[in-house]
């Protein structure tokens, strides 16, 4: 729940930048279809790129880092 709270604070401060993060954020949720350790993998290093060019202050790179680390940590034990 906590880290809904970042996430749509992030948002909600990011107003230039709101449909990218919203995009970013799908991407990250998007680990979840992965079907295997090879493809989540693939789409964390795409995913972490994108959030490179995505955000431009630090504040907003660790909160969508730890979100889309958490999505990813909860998945990779769930594939084979």
């Known amino acids: 729940t906590a880290n809904l709270y970042s996430i749509v604070e992030l948002i909600n401060q990011n107003a230039d930048k709101q449909d990218e993060l919203i995009a970013l954020l799908s991407e990250v949720l998007s680990l979840a279809k992965a079907k ?43 594939l084979p």
Request: overall charge positive; glycine content about 4%; charged content about 25%.
């Open 36 to 78: 295997s350790k090879k493809e989540a993998d693939n789409l964390f290093k795409k995913i972490m790129g994108k959030i490179n060019d995505t955000t431009d202050n630090v504040d907003s790179m660790i909160k969508i880092v730890g979100w889309a680390t958490t999505i990813y940590n909860m998945v990779l034990p769930l």
